[in-house]
């Protein structure tokens, strides 16, 4: 696969981005450490409300030491990584939010507009098609992109938690063995190297893979609305069937090659973790090889296909066009009211998770990453 990234806009140097993110990991690295305990009791809990789906999946046979893991038991850890997956990406969305409209903000030309209004001489200096341009690709944008983003950031979760927690479990095994052998000797604490392995996955993503998806994606969505001009008498409504062909045009640009090219390092990035603990570099190329799997390509197509059409059926298609999908409405109303619907959909909508997480394809690809 090739991993070509275009890595663009300046790293994330606000404090509360950074300290959020660092609270994130520290959430993440807290639950990986002490969640893995031999809770027994709450095993046998748990299974009762685990996923048929989960049921019928074979022991991989990449891993001997598992051989004698329980399968119970891991059925069940698999279902508590499903669940700690779902607090996760909740812990991180404000995070989320925060960068995407940092840098969709359009809020200046829209200050620019109102002044247009009270003091029209000023059009000599402002273009007023200028900057309703420049508001329907930053409003346009900021919709496609946290769909893109709040997608890959489910999904790397997924893989993270589902390859530590059986990373762990496979260590609590083998600390069991010792202590009945009487020699705890080679027993090493992966406390610090899980939190490197977390700490650089979500370090990439928040500070490289969202600015650079974002920034590809204005060029991509400048590109496919340059027939649209708020201004212009010829494009000035649009219906909802027109909207969704426009946001169909964008994905099949960006999705030409997978979107995790966004996300996993190129070979000189991944040269860069040669100095850190072998074993946390080792869970961190697992991590990279999964997302270049078969599974994730498949969990990534089906994720982004379920994301969009509720972003349509419960978002955008209801409060800008209502029940008549062939009224046309303002274009400027549209691009003005997509903001609203990326905060219902994406940062209101709890359930959206779990429309992503009962995904077939989705609980594959955790069940891949627990080996």
Not at 14 to 32: D, P
């Amino acid at each position: 696969m090739d991993r070509r990234r275009r890595r663009g806009g300046p790293s994330l140097t606000t404090v509360v981005t950074t300290a959020a993110v660092a609270y994130g990991t520290y959430r993440l690295a807290s639950w990986v450490f002490d969640n893995w305990n031999g809770n027994n009791n709450e095993d046998e809990e748990n299974e009762r409300h685990e996923p048929e789906a989960m049921r019928s999946m074979p022991a991989r046979s990449l891993r001997p030491s598992y051989a004698t893991v329980d399968r119970r038991t891991r059925q069940v850890r698999r279902m508590q990584c499903r669940v700690e997956t779902a607090k996760a990406l909740n812990d991180f969305l404000p995070t989320l939010k925060k960068i995407l409209e940092e840098r969709t903000n359009f809020s200046g030309e829209t200050r620019q507009l109102k002044q247009l209004r009270v003091t029209p001489q000023l059009e000599s200096s402002i273009s007023k098609s200028d900057l309703w341009n420049a508001i329907q690709l930053k409003s346009v944008t900021r919709l496609v992109a946290t769909a893109y983003s709040y997608t890959l950031l489910s999904l790397t979760l997924n893989v993270q938690l589902h390859l530590l927690g059986a990373r762990l479990l496979q260590q609590q095994q083998q600390q069991q063995q010792q202590e009945a052998n009487e020699n705890d000797s080679g027993f090493d604490d992966s406390t610090s190297r899980h939190k490197i392995v977390l700490t650089r996955t979500l370090d990439e993503f928040f500070q490289q893979s969202v600015p650079s998806l974002v920034e590809v994606l204005m060029k991509t969505i400048k590109e496919a609305l340059v027939d649209w001009d708020v201004t212009d008498t010829t494009s000035l409504e649009i219906t909802s069937d027109k909207f969704q062909e426009k946001l169909t045009q964008i994905r099949m640009t960006m999705e030409q090659n997978p979107l995790i090219t966004f996300i996993v390092p190129e070979s000189d990035k991944a040269q860069e973790t040669g100095d850190i603990n072998p074993i946390a570099k080792y869970i961190l190329d697992e991590t990279w090889d999964i997302m270049e799997s078969p599974a994730w390509e498949v969990a990534e197509r089906d994720a982004l296909d379920a994301v969009f059409h509720i972003v349509r059926s419960q978002g955008w298609d209801p409060a800008i066009f209502g029940s008549d999908q062939e009224e046309s409405k303002p274009l400027a109303v549209v691009v003005t009211k997509l903001r609203h619907t990326v905060t219902d959909v994406f940062y209101k909508n709890e359930g959206l998770f779990a429309e992503l997480d009962r995904l077939p394809s989705v609980i594959e690809l955790g069940q891949v990453s627990f080996y």
